[in-house]
């Protein structure tokens, strides 16, 4: 440990969600030693939701020995831009839902001017998983975050990849079937509309539609199905229940076939609430994946799950972008 | 310039191409002073293809000054493997279809020892583009090239990508379309199948046997198609023939579409035989692209046509390896 950590050892986390922002102060070692949150929303104005943040942040500050001891702060969030430390048209945030809302820098000049950064909440997984999760070590990795949403954060050569506008790592909008479900995007047979949560939830309908197989779900309102439902009737032996999983993760398998021709990952990582389901989801899914995969990528790359879990995870993801800043 | 370079002012480009192995001797700028070129086929074991080559590289080093003169030497070649300095299972090389062959490090053995680097030819197209061609000052991009297969090199923050084992950016091996055509790699679907020049003159021969529609190509033996007879037909006005070209460039703009959820490249750049049909390919290519991108890629990214015209570009992208190497 150098001077410089022995006198500001720690970073702020920021995991933003649509509900709750969670902060947490992080040391090198990837130990939450505080942890607060606020509601994300109720705010009309950017300048409003950071000040209650800093109030309570400020608490948490004072637990560790004050804002000297805080070396930068990374914050995870929906439409984050990492080369502008914005947050861009984020259609569930009320104050930032039409604009670009320099975050950032907001804090920045809040907090004695210390680096903050800020990326989506996806890639502020993967760098979590490289900092402290089961992608220590490794160069070329995807991580998928399998939540309301399909998000992604890829790293190659050990190095995030932004693209040319901060917006790179998209692959929940990789069109799986032309003409296929639309999707929240606007656009059709995207990976989001089938292997989100949501979309679980959707095949879920469908194959009740379709068919007259018998179903625990079927004692449910179909509009009411959760892949929360989905999963525990699986849990219990439903078939109908089981085969909305294999088809999820087939078409998964599916995509990581693609995405491996064009960054030839050493391992695909998977984020998120889906991830629980295990085996009903990863089985098929590596399954699909040697079917359908080039030759040359047969039974290379790993299938891992995130070992960051719990609460914790998204906030050390975010402290990690701190980390990454402070040693520029 | 300095003094290395000025003692040692070239580097040797190899084009190892399924027909002709192509050699250039490169300056710093690109220029190719002396290039000699022998048969690729015709020899049982490797090394009497390296000897074979040794005795023509020889003459043109000679003309330069001597190996004294030489820095570095690039080889772009069919399954060529960066990391590895090999050529692996070549289908269609007489002395390479049936193994692993250390073709780096046999030259580097007949050469001083100079350093030796290889990858595949549409790597070394990308790196061309970048040192040499309309990729110059550019850090996020694509080269996608379009001969008898569709091959794709993949630079991301400056970097080409090569993934954990060297055979990163298959890109010509992305599904396009599930159950699709079966193509040469046995599975069904890939962009290659459709978009090379093989699956140009495939595609014209289905719009003949599908339709009753007037066409030039009904003068031609329907197996003898070729992507050129497409070319010359359209360029006559032929509508059949230019409904292929915008079959096929719609295929490629959505193929792109999906690459920019990937990484986000500030350009493709098209590289290649198929490239020669210009606004035919082009026009319904960017279009396509833009009807089918993430809303917020729209209008972005820039299409070029490749800079480095002629037989001299496959070597000169080469030679560029040799001089990425000779900078480490």
């Known amino acids: ?76 969030a929906p439409n984050g831009n990492y080369y502008k430390g914005t947050i861009e048209f984020a259609p569930n945030l009320s104050w930032g839902h039409n604009g670009i809302v320099p975050l950032a820098e907001l804090f920045s000049k809040k907090l ?17 998983e490289m900092t402290y999760g089961v992608a220590r070590g490794l160069k070329n990795f995807i991580v998928i975050t399998l939540g309301t949403g399909v998000g992604s954060g890829i790293v190659i050569n050990g190095q995030m990849v932004y693209g040319c506008d901060g917006f790179a790592g998209e692959l929940g909008h990789t069109t799986m079937r032309p003409d296929g479900r639309l999707c929240g995007c606007g656009r059709k047979g995207c990976l989001e509309a089938y292997c989100s ?40 032996g439903d078939k109908l229940a089981n085969r909305v999983y294999e088809f999820t993760g087939e078409l998964l398998g599916e995509a990581c076939a693609n995405f491996a021709v064009f960054s030839s990952p050493e391992a695909f990582i998977f984020f998120g609430g889906l991830t629980k389901s295990g085996d009903l989801l990863m089985k098929p899914l590596v399954k699909s994946y040697n079917d359908h995969v080039l030759k040359v990528f047969k039974d290379k790359a790993k299938f891992l799950i995130s070992g960051l879990e719990g609460s914790s995870a998204a906030v050390l993801g975010a402290s990690a972008i701190g980390w990454e800043l402070s040693e520029k």
Chains 1, 2 share one sequence.
């Open 112 to 128: 004695n001017n210390i680096p903050v950064g800020l990326t989506n909440d996806a890639n502020a997984a993967a760098i979590g």
């Open 1 to 76: 440990m150098n001077s410089n950590e022995t006198m500001k050892p720690y970073v702020i986390g920021l995991d933003l969600g649509g509900t709750n922002s969670v902060f947490g102060i992080v040391d090198s070692r990837g130990e939450i030693k505080a942890q607060i949150a606020i509601k994300t929303q109720g705010y009309d104005k950017v300048e409003d939701y950071v000040n209650a943040s800093i109030d309570a942040l400020m608490i948490i500050i004072d637990q560790v020995g004050g804002l000297d001891k805080i070396k930068a702060m990374g914050i995870g």
């Open 197 to 236: 949560a949501t979309g679980v939830a959707r095949t879920a309908r469908e194959f009740l539609e379709k068919t007259d197989d018998d179903s625990l779900l079927r004692a449910l309102k179909a509009e009411d199905i959760t892949s929360l439902d989905v999963s525990i009737a699986a849990s219990k």
